[in-house]
């Protein structure tokens, strides 16, 4: 029996678009909640993962990629990743190996600077690098910031993950336990489900299509009589031509759309499921307040 004081806190994982901030958390949970594209700003909403063990309960927040913003909806995704860098009890600065330090970063360093909590630089895809080019990775960030901790990791093969959440783990205060211990996400259901069908959007299109679209679920609700859930959604696009993209020839877009994500569906539900898709157009949607809190990118909403 040991006296050890049980310790939690909130994480907040911030960088630039595509540092592969989704991957590691997907990684670290065992189970996918954060969608994940090499699209840019695959991410537009703060997304909860929760890591329980006997003596600790980590959250940690990925948030949308740092970018100058285009639009409202950019606004919105980058004054949310901002927003939780003094709501939290440690900051994981996440870079990509294989970029140079560049204007995106020396933004988020700015931003840095007010921060009270540590502040972790890791390292992410050294997978793709070699020894010496790390260490010269290290170098040009140490000189940035007073990092409590520098650690190189692969979020896509897991390598050094363990040490990183050790070291953060040291980092949380005495608190309580504030997720059930099954608990790996803060989202429902509702929500994941959304972000999987975008997700496939993502995969499956070009250009400006991936950025032009939001995904609302319409129904869920099981069906009488049988082990099967019913899912209806819409994927809201801005303009004519983009909605003729999703639907395809004689459906054929939409029909693999929606394929692929019933796949993810089955798997996070554990049920077996309908899935019926149709496509809107609402102009310009992106720039307009109304729809952004319509389409779930409100801070309200988390």
């Known amino acids: 029996m040991t006296n050890e004081a049980f310790k939690s806190g909130f994480v907040s994982i911030i960088g630039r678009p595509n540092v592969g901030k989704s991957t590691f958390l997907n990684k670290v949970l065992g189970k996918k909640i954060a969608i994940m594209s090499d699209k840019p700003q695959t991410t537009r909403n703060k997304i909860q993962g929760v890591i329980t063990d006997h003596d600790s309960q980590t959250i940690f927040i990925d948030t949308p990629g740092i970018h100058k913003p285009k639009h409202e909806l950019g606004k919105f995704m980058t004054d949310l ?7 939290v009890d440690a900051v994981m600065f996440m870079v990509n190996a294989t970029e140079k330090l560049g204007r995106g970063d020396q933004f988020i360093l700015e931003h840095l600077k007010s ?37 190189p990791i692969s979020a896509m093969t897991g390598e050094n993950i363990d040490t990183l959440l050790s070291v953060i783990k ?34 499956l299109t070009h250009e400006e299509v991936p950025h032009s679209v939001a995904v609302v679920i319409d129904k869920i609700e099981k069906v009488d009589g049988k082990n099967v859930i019913d899912v209806m959604a819409t994927i809201v696009v801005e303009r004519p031509s983009q909605k003729g993209i999703l639907i395809g020839k ?53």
Do not use: C
């Open 81 to 87: 990743a901002i927003g939780t860098l003094n709501e």
């Open 115 to 151: 921060v009270k909590q540590p502040v972790f630089l890791v390292i992410n895809k050294i997978d793709l690098i070699t020894k010496e080019e790390l260490l010269t990775v290290i170098a040009t960030f140490r000189d940035q910031h007073d990092f409590a901790g520098i650690i």
């Open 170 to 203: 040291e980092e949380l205060p005495e608190g309580p336990q504030f997720y059930p211990s099954d608990h790996i996400t803060d989202h429902p259901e509702r929500f994941i489900i959304s972000e999987l069908i975008r997700e496939k959007v993502l995969h």
């Open 250 to 302: 004689g459906g054929k877009m939409l029909k693999d759309i929606g394929t692929l994500a019933r796949k993810d569906i089955v798997k996070l539900l554990g049920t077996k499921i309908y899935l019926e898709l149709w496509v809107k157009v609402q102009k310009d949607w992106r720039n307009k307040k109304l729809y952004l809190n319509d389409f779930g990118y409100s801070e309200k909403e988390y």
